[in-house]
């Protein structure tokens, strides 16, 4: 089945953009970013800026991203995917980023998360901006749970 992702959460105040692969069924459905309750996203980037932004409301979370200068978006504009796991990605048609540093001028690092986002990292090396993969914020990913909070924390030296 051909899936659509959700509009790219970026502006001029953007310094860091976290980018999945495609959003899950659920995150599709709610058209929210990590909207998966499975999902740790919410927890960690929580950690990252040192506020609990978890239990506040969709809109809420995404000023609180903003107002830290993180932006959301994904690696894939469209896939064919059954379920939710990237491994099941097919046929992904990637965003185009070539127009990113226009709409975000003061982006300076640019994290995966997860593995399959990670696989494009070197699209944005030519654009000489610092990027970084950061463990799967998957809740399938949770056996790895102190390791993945050091390193996802090791991002705030670039939120203001």
Known sequence: MKKKGLAPIIDTNTRILILGSLPSDESIRKQQYYGNFG??????????????????????????????????WD???????????????????????????????????????????????????EYRIETKVLPSSSGANRRYSEKRIVEWKSIAKFIA
């Open 39 to 72: 999902n740790d996203f919410w927890k960690l980037i929580s950690d990252v800026i040192g506020k609990d932004i978890a239990t506040l409301d969709y809109e809420a979370k995404i000023q609180k991203l903003k107002e830290h200068g993180i932006g959301l």
């Open 75 to 125: 690696i894939f504009s469209t896939s064919e995917r059954k379920g939710s796991l990237d491994s099941n990605i097919k046929n992904g048609e990637i965003n185009d980023f070539s127009n990113l540093k226009n709409v975000a001028p003061n982006l300076q690092l640019v994290c995966f998360n997860g593995k399959k986002a990670g696989e494009f990292e070197e699209i944005f090396r």
